[in-house]
């Protein structure tokens, strides 16, 4: 699904130049559950905007679902996004005007999609994530769990292959934020391919692989029995458990 | 083009900032609502003015004569110049510039008009059948001198209404006959002109005051119309040139005003003219610049807007939103509050000019408001089409430069949390 070989990127402030990722070799297939942790200024945010194509890097290659991405102008990058490409993000990042049902259906104003049509299908996605009651309510009128299964039925919609997570649990408590990850692992389990970005342990136990960068390169990748045992270390050090 | 979703965002951003959305809108309804009553003022008093030319032709000239001050050609000062009816044959067929003519002969001391029992004392106004058209002579029953009455010297006159009035009363005096002094005419047409003293005068035909109060050839002025130009050094070329031509004939320095004497209203009304179209420069001018303040207004508040929704806008371009929606939703915006803005003015504007328009002519009709130099002060259709089509042009300038800064948000700008 995503492939990346010796990506660079570098951010040009003045006379300064910040080389941010330094050769990312990368391979996630379709149906992964991914996590990608690191310390600040590791460069995986960068990366995540490279994957979602908000971003452009300077050197190798990326191709997602078979295709290069490189250059790509504004309009050809939003048509990919909105086709591919769904987001979740730390801190909503909902429409405060609009309501959950207007929220979820937005993707598919930009498909072109009737509003008729859009809204039928936006509350079907609400009833899913068991909003369905809340559909006229505001962002505002709404808890941060709840915000965040709106964001997540929004970034679903648009029927993704890739769903980006950018700290989706950094803004809830910890209750809500298993709550969240539940969901992102139903989604997962539908077979859409999901990437996170987090810095908790705990939340990236939860994900079948586990990628760690430092100082912009892949440190180590934990899957299978690695990542066994990397679960009982989480588990061992926190008081709560899941299942 | 039609898009209800984008209006129904439009809308909620709108209802989102009412007071400054107002604000905006305000400057801009300022703007149009100025430039309507300017120009409908402008409107008004060149209206007003231009009425007072409309009495006559604008291209009318008179001509009369008296004695020579200066010498010329060997001829001593203080000889008489007189018109003759062979000049009245020179303007009519030879002379250059002059359109149409009429002679007029001056009948000596008061003359009583009678009929019956009752008799007043007016004016007469002998003449051609041009002074119709030269003076704008409005008829309200029968007809003006014509070519036959000059011809066969018919006793025939047209009357003022006041005349009308003073000798009828009630009755209706066409056919009638009514003396002239002791000379029987029968009435061929009553005139009114409203706000002149023509109404107490009478007209008959030239050629018979002529004969009757024993003029022999002698013709004491001219009324003409010359040739229609639109500037004023044309038409005083136009004045030299005539009075050049007098003066061959009659042997007299053309610069000798007290030889012949000589008014072209042409050259006044042309002035007169080109004052208002420079007002009307100006008022344009002033309009169109109270309205770009209200322009830069809306290209400021749009910018602000861009910048607090550029998280947003930064949404919209995750989820998918190219940089033509985004254009369009914040050039919609900017258009839509300039067009219903300007639009309010607009008709508060117009709705202003034609509410004094009507108090006017109320006063008009009521009798006063003669010496009001102020006539239908109201902006035609077309003018109003102009102001209407430059909201929408400057609405969609206000929001450019915002929009183009919209498209260029770059969403992990706009989306990084701070």
Redo the contacts between chains.
């Keep these: 699904m995503i492939v990346l070989n010796n990506l660079h990127k570098s951010y040009v402030t003045g006379n300064n130049s910040l080389h941010v990722l330094k050769g990312i070799d990368l391979e996630i297939h379709a149906g992964e559950f991914v996590s990608v942790m690191g310390s600040s200024g590791s460069g995986k945010s960068t990366l995540l ?1 490279i994957l ?1 194509i ?2 452009d890097y300077d050197e190798g290659d990326y191709f997602l679902d078979g295709k290069k991405i490189k250059g790509l102008n ?2 050809r990058a ?2 990919t ?3 591919m490409i769904g ?1 979740v ?3 909503f ?6 309501n959950a049902l207007e929220n979820v259906a ?2 598919l ?3 072109k999609v009737s ?1 008729r049509k859009r809204n039928v299908i936006a509350m079907e996605y609400l009833d899913r994530f068991g909003l369905k009651d809340w559909a006229d309510h505001l962002p505002a009128e709404l808890s941060g769990g709840q915000k965040q299964r709106v964001a997540i039925a ?1 970034a679903m919609i ?1 029927k993704p292959q890739v769903i980006l997570a950018d ?1 989706p649990t950094g803004a809830l408590d910890t209750a809500t934020s298993f709550e969240v990850m539940q969901i992102l692992k139903e989604v997962n389990d539908q077979g859409i391919t999901v990437i996170i970005v987090t810095h908790e342990h705990d939340i990236a136990a939860m994900t079948s692989k586990i990628i760690r960068m430092k100082d912009g390169i892949i440190g180590e990748t934990i899957i299978n029995g690695d990542l066994k045992m990397y679960r009982e270390i989480i588990r061992s050090e926190n008081t709560f458990s899941y299942v | 083009m039609f898009d209800v979703d984008i209006w129904q965002e439009i809308i909620s951003t709108i209802r989102k900032n009412k007071l400054r959305t107002f604000l905006t809108g305000f400057s801009v309804a300022w703007g149009i609502f100025m430039l309507m009553v300017l120009l409908g003022s402008g409107n008004g008093l060149q209206n007003g003015v231009r009425e007072e030319f409309a009495d006559n032709a604008v291209n009318i000239m008179w001509m009369w004569t008296g004695k020579t001050s200066l010498p010329y050609n060997g001829l001593k000062e203080g000889r008489e110049i007189r018109f003759t009816n062979e000049d009245y044959d020179f303007l009519t067929i030879r002379a250059e510039d002059i359109d149409q003519v009429s002679s007029r002969f001056y009948l000596r001391g008061d003359i009583t008009y009678s009929y019956g029992k009752e008799y007043g004392s007016f004016s007469t106004s002998t003449c051609h059948p041009s002074l119709l058209d030269i003076e704008k002579i409005k008829l309200t029953q029968g007809r003006f001198i014509n070519d036959l009455d000059i011809k066969e010297l018919r006793k025939v006159i047209v009357i003022g209404d006041e005349i009308r009035k003073a000798l009828f009363k009630e009755e209706d005096p066409m056919g009638k006959y009514i003396k002239v002094g002791s000379v029987p005419f029968k009435v061929i047409g009553i005139t009114l002109d409203p706000g002149t003293d023509r109404n107490r005068q009478a007209y008959m035909p030239f050629t018979t005051a002529q004969r009757l109060f024993a003029g022999g050839n002698r013709v004491h002025n001219f009324t003409v119309t010359t040739r229609m130009v639109s500037s004023v050094k044309e038409a005083e070329a136009i004045d030299q040139h005539v009075r050049e031509q007098m003066a061959r004939r009659h042997d007299f320095d053309p610069e000798d005003n007290s030889a012949m004497g000589s008014y072209n209203m042409l050259t006044d009304y042309i002035r007169t003219m080109k004052i208002f179209q420079a007002i009307r420069l100006f008022v344009w001018i002033i309009g169109i610049g109270t309205l770009i303040a209200g322009i830069v207004g809306v290209s400021n508040i749009m910018l602000i807007l861009v910048k607090e929704r550029t998280r947003e806008i930064g949404i919209r371009k995750s989820l998918g939103a190219s940089p033509a929606s985004v254009i369009r939703l914040v050039l919609l915006e900017s258009v839509l509050i300039t067009t219903v803005a300007g639009y309010l003015g607009l008709v508060t504007g117009v709705g202003l000019m034609e509410a004094v328009n009507f108090g006017l002519e109320q006063m008009m009709a009521g009798g006063g408001g003669e010496q009001i130099f102020f006539r239908n002060p109201t902006v035609n259709f077309s003018t109003a089409l102009t102001a209407t089509a430059i909201l929408i042009v400057s609405g969609a300038l206000a929001g450019y430069i915002p929009a183009r800064n919209a498209a260029n948000v770059k969403p992990i700008e706009a989306l990084r949390d701070e």
């Design positions: 905007n979602g908000l971003d504004e309009t939003a048509i996004r909105n086709q987001f993000f730390q801190s990042n909902l429409i405060s005007f609009k937005l993707p104003y930009y498909q509003r929004r648009s700290e």
